[in-house]
């Protein structure tokens, strides 16, 4: 599946498209894990908050699911 906008993208629109070509390149299927933000942002070269936001643009387009880290007490 490709993103296409009509108008100039972000940085995290831009950062999205890149981070969908890693999944699908890797061959991510439903239900793996996806690197950490860590690991993200030394890949796609972006900060913290790039990748957050292209994580929650491919979450609002039902491309991936992000769960809620579990804390240890």
Same mark, same amino acid.
């Given at each position: 599946m /490709? =993103? !296409?906008y *009509?108008? !100039?993208q *972000? &940085?995290? /629109? !831009? *950062?999205?498209?890149? &981070?969908l070509? =890693? @999944?699908q390149e890797k061959g991510y299927g439903a239900g793996d894990k996806l690197p950490t933000e860590a690991e993200l942002v030394e890949t &796609? +070269?972006? +900060? $913290?908050n790039t990748v957050r936001e292209a994580l929650r @643009? &491919? =979450?609002s387009l039902s491309l991936i699911h @992000?769960?809620?880290? *579990? $804390?240890l007490r």
């Open positions: /490709e =993103m !296409k *009509t108008e !100039k *972000t &940085l995290a /629109e !831009k *950062t999205a498209q890149n &981070l070509e =890693m @999944i &796609l +070269g972006v +900060g $913290r @643009i &491919l =979450m @992000i769960s809620e880290p *579990t $804390r």
